[in-house]
């Protein structure tokens, strides 16, 4: 084994050792590798051989599930980087697990023109008008010096992007604000023209974490028992799950291996029901914690070296 080779190796197992010490809520596993292979489908793979640059859409999840695990630090609102934390309380340490890896990570979140709208309902539009801006991004609204581009980008939407308001009626309206799941699976299949026209690029859409259980009085608990018809974590279920089938779903005929989805919100859930297993808050917040982001981060990594591997 080279030397990088084993230097991300061991740079890697003791990132992960610090993420998973002990089990949370569900069942995550002591180093991860078996929730990384149970939620990707794929074993263990190694990293690229060359540098790939990767660029994360995201907001303050994202956020969290990139940085370290801590005491917060960066990401202030009006620091210009809201979101971009070094650390968090909540941190999945991502970010260094990518590193450890040998991918360059770059960000792009609130407090940046390219980074505002993170919704399902702007995602058409974004990569519709600023796809070679986003290519060419560094960090927030800064481009590379060169003629350097990103070799991966990967978007994610925040968990009110589960709060559905019925099924809609196809074909859907992409850029349309009420969230039904027809309009949320015409704005991804709006998506794949663009990403088609870029086969040289690796496009990794994440599904939306889930929200937290609210907290329900007798009333609410009765009516849920004696059935009132599907909910908007029902249709959330369902949209994410149409989102990450490959043979049945958004990427059903879709030829191409740069288009890959990254299924955080079954992650979160624990493959089961249709709240997140991983609150904060004492259960009422929808962030979620250290250990479903490391969670997360360790299922991560093998699922992009796959992808990555594919593109060859």
Not at 193 to 207: E, N
Not at 218 to 239: C, Y
Request: contains cysteine; hydrophobic residues 35%.
């Amino acid at each position: 084994m080279h030397d990088i080779s084993r230097y991300r190796v061991l740079k890697a197992a003791s990132l992960l050792a610090l993420l998973l010490p002990v089990a949370a809520c569900g069942t995550a596993d002591e180093d991860g590798s078996e929730v990384a292979m149970r939620e990707t489908g794929a074993a263990s793979v190694p990293a690229p051989e060359t540098i790939q640059r990767l660029l994360f859409i995201h907001h303050s999840c994202g956020g969290q599930l990139m940085a370290a695990p801590g005491e917060r630090s960066g990401g202030d609102r009006g620091s210009g980087e809201r979101c971009i934390y070094e650390s968090h309380p909540n941190g999945g340490g991502l970010r260094g697990l990518l590193e450890a890896d040998g991918y360059e990570v770059h960000e792009l979140s609130y407090e940046s023109s390219l980074g505002a709208d993170t919704d399902i309902r702007h995602w058409r539009r974004k990569f519709a008008a600023h796809m070679d801006d986003l290519l060419r991004t560094d960090h927030q609204d800064r481009r590379y010096a060169d003629d350097a581009t990103n070799d991966i980008v990967a978007f994610k939407s925040c968990y009110p992007n589960n709060d559905f308001t019925g099924p809609g009626t196809g074909p859907g309206d992409p850029d349309s604000e009420e969230l039904t799941v027809a309009n949320a699976q015409a704005a991804y299949r709006a998506l794949l023209p663009h990403f088609r026209a870029r086969p040289d690029v690796l496009f990794v859409a994440f599904t939306a974490p889930p929200r937290a259980e609210p907290k329900q009085g007798l009333k609410d608990r009765l009516k849920g028992a004696l059935g009132s018809g599907p909910t908007a974590a029902d249709w959330a279920r369902d949209f994410n799950t149409w989102l990450a089938d490959r043979e049945g779903g958004w990427l059903a005929g879709y030829e191409l291996p740069n288009v890959a989805v990254f299924d955080y919100y079954d992650i979160l859930t624990d493959g089961r029901g249709n709240w997140s297993a991983f609150p904060t808050g004492g259960g009422r917040d929808s962030h979620p914690s250290k250990q479903g982001n490391a969670r997360a981060a360790a299922a991560f990594v093998p699922f992009i070296n796959a992808a990555v591997a594919g593109m060859r």
